[in-house]
């Protein structure tokens, strides 16, 4: 299992940035998926999840209607959409299949 992602960087605050998760080494139409952050010095928060289908994105409060989650099951890529950016969304993103495999993070820095 191989997860990578991409797209972070500074950002102004209410800027938008999309992040992308390319994964390879399982089928990945077959799992749901997740985008995890963490912010320096603190733990992991859980910020979005998408079902294999597409169906059931799911958000954490803070970022309810600022953030969009989608995949492309044909070539196999996870996005997260981040639109009106905080200094308080920054972090490091990474993407993850179950929790177990995880990516190698990607640093989203909303600039005050």
């Known amino acids: 299992v191989q997860l990578v992602e991409s797209g972070g960087g500074l950002v102004q605050p209410g800027g938008s940035r999309r992040l992308s998760c390319a994964a390879s080494g399982f089928t990945f139409r077959t799992y749901g998926m997740s985008w995890v952050r963490q912010v320096a010095g603190k733990g992991f928060e859980w910020v979005s999840s998408?079902?294999?289908?597409?169906?059931?994105?799911l958000y954490v409060d803070s970022v309810k209607g600022r953030f969009t989650i989608s995949r492309d099951n044909a070539k196999n890529m996870l996005y997260l959409q981040m639109n009106s950016l905080q200094p308080e969304d920054t972090a490091v993103y990474y993407c993850t299949k179950d929790r177990v495999h995880w990516g190698q993070g990607t640093q989203v820095t909303g600039s005050s």
């Open positions: 998408i079902d294999k289908g597409s169906v059931t994105p």
